[in-house]
Every structure is written in C-alpha cells, then in structure tokens.
C-alpha cells in the first residue's frame, strides 16, 4: 500500500518551510548556471589551463583544495568574503 507522500510532508514542514526550501532550490539553480557561463567562457580562452589555476590555489603544494586555500586566495587578491 503506497502512502500519499504529500499529504505527509504537509504535516511535516509548514508552508514557511516550504517556502524557504523553494528559494533556497530556486537560488541554487541560478548559481549553478552561472558557474556554467563562466565555465564555457574559460574554456574559450586558449590562455586559461586549469592545472595552473589548481595550482595557484593549492597552499603548500599538497595536491588538493580546502577552503582556507580558497579564502587566503581571495583576501591576496582583495575579494572581501563575508562569513
């Protein structure tokens, strides 16, 4: 017997929940294309290897990224991160 799952999250999640949860998604969406426009224009500059961009970012020449790598990155070039 299949259970009606929407009337299940009706009980489980307001309609304030839901709300946020659909912003949340929608905004999601729209900076998921736009990491796709700036992906396709990179790939436009023959100029552009990604093995030097890792490697600019990578602190400590330790084959892999985290986000202190990223932060101290943008703080040398002046991109105010707010937290």
Do not use: W
């Given at each position: 017997?299949?259970?009606?799952?929407?009337?299940?999250?009706?009980?489980?999640?307001?309609?304030?929940?839901?709300?946020?949860?659909?912003?949340?998604?929608?905004?999601?969406?729209?900076?998921?294309?736009?990491?796709?426009?700036?992906k396709e224009a990179l790939v436009?500059?023959?100029?552009?290897?990604?093995?030097?961009?890792?490697?600019?970012?990578?602190?400590?020449?330790?084959?892999?990224?985290?986000?202190?790598?990223?932060?101290?990155?943008?703080?040398?070039?002046?991109?105010?991160?707010?937290?």
């Amino acid at each position: 017997m299949m259970m009606d799952t929407s009337v299940l999250n009706q009980e489980i999640m307001s309609h304030a929940t839901l709300v946020l949860l659909a912003q949340i998604l929608c905004k999601n969406a729209i900076l998921l294309r736009e990491v796709d426009y700036h992906k396709e224009a990179l790939v436009k500059m023959p100029e552009f290897v990604v093995l030097n961009a890792f490697k600019r970012l990578d602190r400590g020449d330790k084959d892999y990224l985290n986000t202190l790598d990223i932060l101290l990155f943008l703080k040398e070039n002046s991109v105010i991160v707010s937290e």
